[in-house]
């Protein structure tokens, strides 16, 4: 007899439902709009854990520049230019913008109609299952925890910097030092991680309030930049406005995406704002347009300053104004430069223990990640990813992190536009609703619309890799191109045949459904492809880690597989 309950329960727990179930969606709906969030935003607590709604608008766009504004602005636009797209940057960041804002207006839509917290990982869970939220939670530590040590070597090359311009040389086994192109040892990057968790464990309060005081800072020295700097722009440094073509500008599209992670650390704040439903797409939709704007302007006039091949990847706006004889105002901007990057690679490590928090609720993670102390913070989470952050901030160079990041950012993007059609259509995906639409709808297509989500994704990804492969003959390539077209339009058609379900939202809807979600797919997808193939590879064993995880803890731990298991025992 308990051989065949343990048989009972391995095969409950390890088969292919499993790994689809899901987090029930009217429920968490219902929830939503349900009188009981209407009282707790009165008496201004969360239901979801216990967290005071406390921020508005403003609040939440200042959260989200801080998350934003650091090295994208102060690294990652001078190593792409240099690199990649040369003064065309500007539309790396413009393309990156758009698709940000696809992906934005996704989730906005989830924060708005699920207020919880757990941002991309939650809506997964609640649209495409256990194992793709497993996915994307796990990938999400690429965007915060790791985003924190690449934030790190930028903060440290400007305080170096800093040091140099006032006559300041550090020790090498202080300032650090390359051992190959993947490796060095440089302990002021650890250092300032540690310092960052330091601050995050004594409080969100105090945290709070000197990340206001760094964003301040933060916007004025951009203004500053970009006043000063505009003064001393060459037009001639904008020729060729292309160096390496529109590739090179797509491929830094990939790299500089790095910069926009800061708006999915405004949707993890949906459990503590006021009037989640307006005021969180506004935030994540007023912090895109600023930022957008804010890289698009820097950029345009770093490489107006400096000709693009001469840009100091390292430490691009000071090194600008010292290119130029001004040392004193290169002294200014790389004070504040490592003041901002400070407020970056906080705000970065404030999301990544919030994530495994929600992951450990769920049965997923450890339950040592799980814990609150008094304030309400995940101490031991906190602690643990910062010390996790610090390690690979001392050892890992900064150009693999921000490859690596932009991956997991645009993975986890193109999940949440898949989510949403999901989350539109999930009523209205059962075989009645496909037979009305002929023989060919419903022999071709499953009827299921998580299979019509994942076909689409197949028929993006074939279309995306024809960018690889280009020919010398324009015909052939056109052909090549529809060819690789065709299965992207089949597996969209269902999307148009489908009628969306019934559910009333009350909150913020994405227009143009199912355009907008289908496109931030494809875009996203499209940028992954365009990735160095080491990426990819890295993406690769990452994530086999953490299936290894899943399958031997998370699977077996789920509190959804355990409520599955004891109704399957009762029956």
Request: with cysteine; charged share 10%; net charge neutral.
């Amino acid at each position: 007899m308990n051989r065949w309950m343990d048989w009972n329960r391995f095969t409950s727990i390890y088969n292919t439902n499993s790994f689809t179930r899901k987090q029930d969606i009217n429920s968490l709906l219902d929830e939503g709009r349900s009188n009981h969030i209407d009282q707790d935003e009165e008496r201004g607590k969360s239901k979801d854990e216990g967290l005071k709604r406390s921020l508005n608008i403003f609040e939440i766009i200042c959260y989200g520049i801080s998350a934003t504004l650091g090295t994208g602005i102060y690294v990652t636009a001078g190593q792409v230019a240099k690199e990649n797209a040369g003064p065309s940057i500007i539309f790396s960041f413009l393309f990156a913008g758009i698709i940000s804002f696809l992906s934005g207006l996704c989730y906005s839509e989830f924060a708005s109609r699920v207020p919880i917290s757990g941002s991309a990982y939650s809506f997964a869970y609640v649209t495409l299952g256990e194992l793709v939220a497993w996915f994307v939670g796990w990938n999400l530590t690429l965007e915060y925890a790791i985003a924190a040590s690449a934030i790190a070597g930028g903060w440290t090359s400007y305080f170096k910097a800093t040091l140099g311009y006032m006559g300041i040389q550090l020790p090498v086994f202080i300032s650090g030092f390359k051992i190959n192109s993947w490796l060095q040892f440089s302990p002021l990057s650890a250092g300032i991680i540690l310092l960052c968790t330091w601050v995050l464990l004594r409080g969100m309060k105090e945290s709070a309030w000197l990340n206001g005081i760094m964003t301040a800072v933060n916007l004025c020295i951009i203004a500053f930049f970009v006043v000063a700097g505009g003064s001393f722009v060459d037009s001639s440094n904008w020729v060729p406005f292309f160096p390496q073509g529109i590739q090179g500008t797509f491929a830094g599209v990939g790299i500089v995406f790095f910069s926009y992670i800061g708006f999915d650390s405004v949707a993890t704040l949906a459990a503590e704002v006021k009037n989640p439903r307006k005021t969180v797409p506004i935030g994540i939709i007023g912090t895109l347009g600023i930022v957008t704007l804010l890289y698009i302007v820097v950029s345009f006039v770093l490489t107006g300053m400096v000709a693009y091949e001469n840009i100091n990847s390292n430490a691009p706006l000071s090194s600008a104004f010292m290119a130029i004889g001004k040392e004193g105002i290169a002294t200014v901007v790389a004070i504040g430069s490592v003041t901002t990057i400070t407020a970056t690679a906080l705000a970065s490590l404030v999301g990544q223990p919030r994530i495994f928090y929600q992951m450990a609720k769920d049965g997923l993670f450890f339950s040592i990640f799980a814990e609150l102390d008094e304030k309400g913070v995940p101490r031991k989470g906190t602690l643990i990813s910062g010390c996790i952050s610090a390690v690979i901030a001392l050892f890992f160079d900064l150009d693999i992190l921000l490859d690596m990041i932009s991956i997991g950012t645009l993975l986890a993007f193109a999940v949440v536009c898949g989510g949403l059609l999901v989350l539109r259509y999930s009523s209205s995906s059962s075989s009645s609703s496909l037979e009305n639409n002929g023989f060919l709808m419903k022999f071709v297509f499953p009827n299921r619309i998580g299979w019509h989500v994942v076909a689409f994704f197949i028929g993006c990804l074939f279309f995306s890799i024809k960018q690889k492969n280009q020919y010398d003959s324009s015909v052939w390539n056109g052909l090549l191109w529809i060819f690789h077209f065709i299965p992207m339009g089949v597996t969209f058609i269902p999307f148009l045949l489908l009628k969306e379900n019934n559910q009333i939202n009350e909150g913020f809807s994405t227009p143009f459904v199912p355009f907008v979600p289908c496109l931030g797919i494809l875009m996203n997808i499209w940028f992954i492809v365009a990735l160095p193939s080491g990426s990819l590879t890295r993406l690769f064993f990452w994530t086999l880690i953490g299936m290894s995880i899943y399958f031997t803890y998370g699977i077996k731990n789920s509190l959804l597989s355990k409520r599955y298991l004891h109704l399957e025992l009762e029956s």
